[in-house]
């Protein structure tokens, strides 16, 4: 079965802090893709970067960035210089396959605030 | 209109209405899925559907009848809801072939008394 921990479950910290979201997935299929989402408090899922399985290259966008761990099964999400608009209900999810198509199976999710 | 809209945002419903929530996606996607979003579990896949025919139902009580017309329309029937299905009910779309990424609609907040 595929599962996806997210053991923090809520972090703060102050403006200008660096902060990182971990990500442990399990799967026993050879190829799969990873997604982290950001849900802030309007609600709807923002998709943030998808990656996968052959790529471990760390990908860096902005303040975002991400460090893809194969080894260690881990996705880790790390925000640089956080700002108060970064607070949000961060999710990170793992694909499965269907008989036609993909789903989703997202962890628990971490809440980020950020404050002043 | 862009990306995926749902309607309506807010729903307050009781136990014997009938209502239906909607989806729609601008976004030229072949596959559409509804997922549950409650407050004491992680999202939960509900239904996919790809190319208008519904591949999982991960079994979902009967009370809930998904429907695609097309493509780039989904709805969500709700009949006799219990009021632990109050929730907030996300549509999301993505390309049907791979692993592709899931755009998400703002939701429908669901309440039922």
């Known amino acids: 079965a595929q599962k996806v921990t997210q053991a923090q479950t809520e972090i703060s910290v102050v403006e200008k802090e660096d902060v990182t979201l971990d990500c442990v997935y399990e799967?026993?299929?050879?190829?799969?893709?990873l997604f982290w989402y950001k849900q802030p408090p309007s609600g709807e899922l923002v998709f943030l970067i998808r990656?996968?399985?052959?790529?471990?290259q760390n990908e860096i966008s902005g303040r975002y960035s991400w460090n893809f761990q194969k080894s260690t099964s881990s996705f880790n999400f790390t925000i640089t210089a956080s700002q108060v608009v970064d607070s949000a209900v961060y999710f990170c999810?793992?694909?499965?396959?269907?008989?036609?198509?993909?789903?989703?199976?997202f962890g628990k999710g971490t809440s980020l605030l950020v404050t002043p | 209109e862009t990306g995926v809209t749902q309607t309506p945002r807010h729903l307050v419903m009781g136990m014997t209405n009938k209502k239906s929530l909607k989806c729609e996606q601008h976004?030229?996607?072949?596959?559409m899925y509804w997922y549950k979003q409650s407050a004491k579990k992680p999202l939960e896949l509900m239904f996919v559907?790809?190319?208008?025919?519904?591949?999982e139902n991960n079994s979902v009580p009967s009370r809930f009848s998904p429907e695609c017309p097309n493509s780039s329309h989904l709805f969500l029937h709700l009949h006799t809801l219990q009021p632990e299905d109050s929730a907030l009910y996300l549509c999301?779309?993505?390309?049907?072939?791979?692993?592709?990424?899931?755009?998400f609609g703002p939701g429908t907040r669901l309440t039922v008394t």
């Open positions: 799967t026993r299929d050879t190829t799969y893709y």
């Open positions: 976004l030229g996607h072949n596959a």
């Open positions: 999301a779309s993505s390309h049907r072939t791979e692993a592709y990424e899931q755009y």
């Open positions: 999810a793992l694909s499965e396959a269907l008989n036609s198509g993909y789903a989703l199976n």
């Open positions: 559907y790809s190319l208008e025919e519904r591949v």
């Open positions: 990656r996968n399985s052959f790529d471990e």
